[in-house]
């Protein structure tokens, strides 16, 4: 029997393939560069620390175990990990991606993706007939986030698996604002899942690191030689951040979620706040997709304020929630997208899309939630 998710997050899911020989409970870190040679032509199983490290090792399995993938490799950021994974296509192919996506995402396929040879069509993925209609000849894969950053929206990722099979596309996923412990994308029929770990796979706000978890051994293969010749492959020592802040993974998802749910049902009923946009309200029109395809909505809140003068106070009179970038920590923080998320994401696009200047991003942390509801409570006072 497969161990459950919370063991997982601390012991993979069997025995990982290189043993300590001390046992120590607590994975070290093997800060070396290199590793000496046991012969001529003989190796331990490790030699250069860009190509394969026994700490990020470790990590990597533990990933692979929480995603249920064939294989996974860390990185030293989410976008060097999206980088990676742009590196499968060939000048000439086409990408279909979620519209509402992480900005540096756009970014990222608006500049270097361009320069490639790489077109995106960026659609409403929560339509599965937008995706169908953006098809080409010459599309290779689906790029979807869902929930989606920042709007919340919900992609149901069975239709698009299914969609991705009829027309031979790779399905990728990124699964940062749910984590593996409330969606497991490759089970749904994704080739690939994408995470950036300085959000809830971290979780305490101090390391950036991101991870690309491959279904099959050949996309394995293929993304371990990307990274291996890019380099852009997580240090020894954040590995060892990123495998401690797993440990807790299951019980911070937990309590963030009930946080943003108490959260989430106050904003509502503020008449300073417009609208909520949160996957686990009943009303959210994503809400039955989301449930059928997760085990939660996670901690991330969107809302709208009834003025730009409310967003603004807001932004300025919180105290104990801080006014910053990144999500999924331990520390509530808050974000205004249309300056600190998606600045490069042209305007016509961003009015489309809702990110406008009475749109707020609420991360929600594992402090009390009434402090959190009194912190906005008293930023929301004229
Ligand atoms: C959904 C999502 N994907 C990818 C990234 C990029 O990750 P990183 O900041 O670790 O490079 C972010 C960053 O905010 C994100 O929110």
Redesign the pocket.
Known sequence: MSRHLETRCIHGDQAFSYQEATRAVSFPIYQTATFGHVGLGKSSGFDYTREKNPTRQHLEETMSALEGACDTVAFS??????SACFELFQPGDHIICSED??G??IRLLRTIGQKNGLTASCVDTSDLNAIRAALRPETRALYI?TPS?PMMNVTDLRACAALAKEHSLLLIV?N??LSPYLQNPISLGADIV??????FISGHNDT???FVCSATHELGDRIRLIAKTTGGVLAPFDCWLVLRGLKTLAVRMERQQENAMQVAAWLKEQPGIAQVFYAGLPEHPGYGVNQAQSRGAGSMISFRTDSVETAHRILEKVRLITFA???GGTESLITYPMTQ?HPDVPKDMREHLGITETLLRLSVGLEHAEDIIADLAQALEA
């Not at 950021?77 to 999206?82: K, L, T």
């Open positions: 950021s989410g976008m060097a990990a999206v996506l992480y540096g995402v986030e950053n990124d940062t604002f994408i995470h950036s770990g300085s959000k950036i690191s991101g970038e990144s999500l998320t």
